[in-house]
């Protein structure tokens, strides 16, 4: 597969994401506008294109190759990479369609700012990578998915261990999913001490 088509590949890719999720997420969003393969320093992003009023997905393209070469054909795994990046931003997509806004804390230090704004990082993180997690298990390639991931001791691997540890019993990993893709940080924080699976999130996104 080359670069057309793979970009091609992962905007299709995307729409089955959104279409696959729609029961967990319980609402449908439209897909972004393009999806775009270019180098990054991260694996992905988010983007707004402010003249067309809607949203673009870029995708690192570390393996692109100087206009003299052949053309890069991408192999299964590189593929596979690049789909599970396209979870994660698609998640990011529709979290962004339907979280509230953050509200803003009066008389904030810069350092209080500072610490809000990285707990609402590391929420947003949580949050798309729950709806990864989701979405491979949905799809029944979750240990697949886990295989090609992080060792559990780094910041992603630690949100694996925490999905796995919420009971599927019931559906309640979908129902953590939807619960975090459809609330913003400020409105769930004083929620994290309600039952003992908001306690782990409460306790993974303020580090304690």
Not at 6 to 26: C, E, R, S
Not at 66 to 73: K, N, T
Request: hydrophobic fraction near 30%; proline fraction near 5%.
């Amino acid at each position: 597969m080359n670069k057309e088509a793979l970009t091609a590949h992962l905007q299709q890719f995307h729409q089955q994401v959104i279409d696959k999720m729609y029961p967990v997420v319980g609402f449908r969003v439209p897909p972004v506008s393009e999806i775009s393969l270019r180098p990054l320093l991260s694996e992905g992003g988010l983007g707004i294109d402010r003249k067309k009023g809607s949203q673009y997905i870029f995708i690192s393209d570390s393996e692109d190759t100087p206009a003299y070469s052949l053309p890069i054909e991408y192999s299964a795994k590189t593929i596979f990479t690049k789909e599970v990046t396209t979870v994660h931003e698609t998640g990011h997509h529709i979290h962004s369609f339907l979280e509230t806004r953050e509200r803003k804390v009066q008389h904030e230090t810069r350092e209080e700012w500072t610490e809000r704004d990285e707990r609402i990082l590391r929420y947003d993180e949580l949050v798309a990578e729950f709806f990864t997690c989701c979405y491979y298990q949905r799809t029944g390639m979750f240990e697949m998915f886990l295989q090609s991931q992080l060792p559990p001791d780094t910041f992603y691997g630690s949100i694996y261990t925490l999905y796995q540890a919420i009971p599927s019993a019931l559906d309640e990993q979908e129902q953590t999913c939807r619960w975090l893709i459809t609330h913003a940080y400020s409105d769930v924080k004083r929620q994290f001490h309600r039952t003992p699976t908001t306690q782990l999130i409460g306790r993974f996104v303020r580090e304690e």
